[in-house]
């Protein structure tokens, strides 16, 4: 997996995997200095959020930095408000997109509008939710999430609000938290930032009503300590299983699947800037499809199309027929024309492992227009 650079190493000891290279370890004093501040953070933000009425709020965030599956679970939750007959919205600060945001944003949603280019104004999470969610949901970007919300109800008719990283936002009280944590390595080597990815000390965990894991495999599973965990720092909270599932590939823009393997192509390469691009390779080897190469950038990476094109070229190199890259970075990158490789989306979806219990009852009283 290459093109991470320093970030990569810095992850890699992260992780606290057998044989990875605790140097971060070295940074503890300055952990200490930021659980003090994200300390005072968190309880100045617990004295300011504030409801707006007619919204029942669905915040999703997560323990660490990197990807645990917020944003897809997010994305679930606000399909099933719109299975459910409902008007919701998709609330999100616009992380990864160049231009201030000093008003709500809604990412527009007319049928077949391109958004290629749009990311530096909506940010690439919020491209993605734009594209996969149906036109009843409202996606809007905003650091202020009161103001989204009230934009949300008051302009388009919203009823619940879902909160893509919405644990430490400070403007907007939720009814609901849920926190989507690492199947395998929950808590990483266990430190705070920098020294470890914890955000928040595992202990906030409480403070969850739902705890999410999402899976990217039929072979995978939660692991003992992430079990345990929960067992031990969020007794009250509901636990629900979710898979990551393959719809499918399809042309960048062009939202429309089809099966994979398309004819032709052997083998892939992987080209990404994720939070998590570890998982986006297990999850794609366990959708069977064949990996031969992975170029990793930074998450959120802005990728020059000479550098995409000379990723795409080592992919090739190394065996690999078509390139796929995430549903996040589809709209983020300026395809090179041409390109040394066809270049496909993975489109994917997320799918309840677990009966369906009453946590999900208030959110579809809401969506029924009940708060």
Known sequence: M????FVGALERSWSGEPGSIPWTLALLPFSGAYAIGSGWARRAAARTRASVEGVHVVAVGNLTVGGTGKSSIARW???????????????????GANAAVDAPAAVPDFAGLPLAGASGRYGDEALAHRAALPRSIAVIVDPDRARA??????GYGATVAILDDGWEQRRLA?????????????????????????????????????????????????????????VRHAPRAAVLRFRRVLRGVSAVGDPRAVAWPTAGFTAAGLVTAVGAPARVERFARGAGI????HEAFPDHAAVSPARLRASLERLR????AVALVTEKDEHRWIVPDPAPLPIRVLRT?????????TSLLPLRRAAGGVC
Do not use: Y
């Open 317 to 320: 190199a190394r065996g690999a």
């Open 174 to 230: 939720w009814n609901e938290l849920w926190v989507t944590v690492d199947p395998l390595r929950p808590c990483g080597n266990g430190r705070l930032l920098p020294a470890g990815p914890l955000r928040r000390p595992p202990e906030t965990l409480a403070q969850a009503t739902v705890v999410a894991f999402l899976l990217e495999s039929e072979e995978e599973r939660v692991s003992d300590e992430a079990s345990s965990l929960v």
């Open 77 to 95: 939750l606000a399909g099933e408000v719109a299975e459910a007959g409902g008007r919701g919205a998709v609330l999100l600060r616009g992380h």
């Open 290 to 293: 064949p990996i031969a190469a």
């Open 149 to 154: 919300a009230s934009s949300a109800r008051f």
């Open 2 to 5: 290459k093109g991470r650079g």
């Open 349 to 357: 979806g997320v799918t309840l492992l677990d009966p369906v219990s």
